[in-house]
């Protein structure tokens, strides 16, 4: 892996660098190929957008490693106002949302209302209740290894009043597979990515390889198994077996979906939905986009020269 991605993903956690960039509009180059927009306005706008191209959306209000509790309640008031448009607008057949607990209270101390796991399981209920009433579904996403287990039993007690809401899993993980497993059963949604967190050798997967054998082992399970595989990836040869996994274990199309990032191989969205294939979108928006953007710079630091562009010219 790249030697810049570590570096990169340990600055995605700097409050320091965030708050001197976080100054950047989100208009700025990179950061707007990336994050569409800052509101609910523009999220929706290019949902429609992507909508109407034959794709599905799944919308992340920008956000994390939230300590305060009242930032914890806005967030869950942005998504609120967000599936309540999607609704108005129709769009709630085709577009869901993304959640990470993190920004709605996971990371915070006790307080007068419960431990953060407690405050982030409440939050996540007025969310699956919102997207119920808009008629679509959650999607929790998975952060850093140490969240794991608060987010899988978070996910278990949503699933009592909410069996849509799904889960995001990391290949890169070694309890991945094992996740997996308890996870393929019949009305389980996971979303299967290869991880983008700075996770230590003892947890994780270390090589490219390692994780793509991992990320195939684990995408065997799933696709073997009686749930919905949503196989979050960008690789072409994830891809390609992901398509003959799913034609080997019977697999009818639209019991499956391809997902990719907002901004990350547009083409090869439009083409897989072109042959039939169900493809969402992973849409990112809002102000905090500095941990989000830090973790793709981390993925393909190509990119850098031109973030750095453009804080230069700012
Ligand atoms: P890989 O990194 O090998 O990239 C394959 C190819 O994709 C590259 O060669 C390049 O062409 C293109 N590509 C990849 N990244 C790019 C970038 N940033 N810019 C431009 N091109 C790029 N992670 C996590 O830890 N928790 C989560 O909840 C989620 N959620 C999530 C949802 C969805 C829908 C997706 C697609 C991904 C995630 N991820 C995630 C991120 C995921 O873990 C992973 O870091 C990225 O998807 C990159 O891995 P790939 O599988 O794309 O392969």
């Known amino acids: 892996m790249s030697v810049l991605r570590q570096p990169l993903l340990l600055l995605s956690r700097s409050d320091a660098v965030r708050r001197l960039v976080s100054t950047m509009p ?8 990336y994050v569409p927009g800052e509101t609910t306005d523009a999220a929706v706008a290019t949902s429609a957008e992507l909508v109407d191209g034959g794709l599905k959306v799944t919308l992340d209000f920008l956000g994390e490693d939230t300590t305060d509790l009242a930032q914890a309640d806005a967030t869950v008031e942005a998504y ?8 108005a607008r129709g769009l709630a057949r085709h577009a869901e949302v993304s959640v990470k607990l993190s920004a709605i209270g996971q990371a915070l101390e006790r307080s007068e209302r419960g431990t953060g796991h407690q405050v982030a399981l409440e939050n996540a209920r007025r969310i699956c209740r919102a997207a119920r009433n808009a008629g679509t579904t959650v999607t929790l996403d998975m952060e850093d290894h140490t969240t794991t287990d608060s987010t899988l039993a978070v996910l278990r007690d949503l699933r009592k009043d909410f069996p849509e809401t799904g889960a995001v899993l990391q290949a890169y993980l070694h309890r991945t597979e094992a996740d997996c497993r308890e996870l393929a059963h019949e009305g389980s949604r996971v979303r299967l990515c290869k991880g ?8 994780a997967y270390q090589s490219r390889l390692d994780v793509d054998t991992a990320y195939v082992r684990c995408l065997k399970i799933l696709l073997a198994g009686q749930g919905y595989p949503m196989i979050a990836t960008h690789d072409p040869r994830m891809v390609e077996i992901a398509s003959s996994l799913a034609s080997r274990y019977g697999r009818e199309r639209g019991t499956y979906e391809f997902q990719m990032l907002y901004g990350i191989r547009p083409e090869e969205q439009r ?3 072109g042959a039939g294939e169900t493809v969402r979108v992973y849409l990112p928006y809002g102000g905090e986009w500095y941990g989000y953007l830090m973790r ?13 562009r453009s804080l230069i010219s700012k």
């Open 80 to 87: 609120v106002e967000l599936l309540a448009q999607l609704s």
């Open 196 to 203: 983008a967190y700075d996770e230590p050798e003892e947890v």
């Open 296 to 308: 793709r710079l981390a993925e393909r630091p190509q990119n850098l020269t031109f973030f750095l």
């Open 26 to 33: 989100v208009s700025s180059g990179i950061v707007r190929s």
């Open 271 to 273: 083409r897989l939905a």
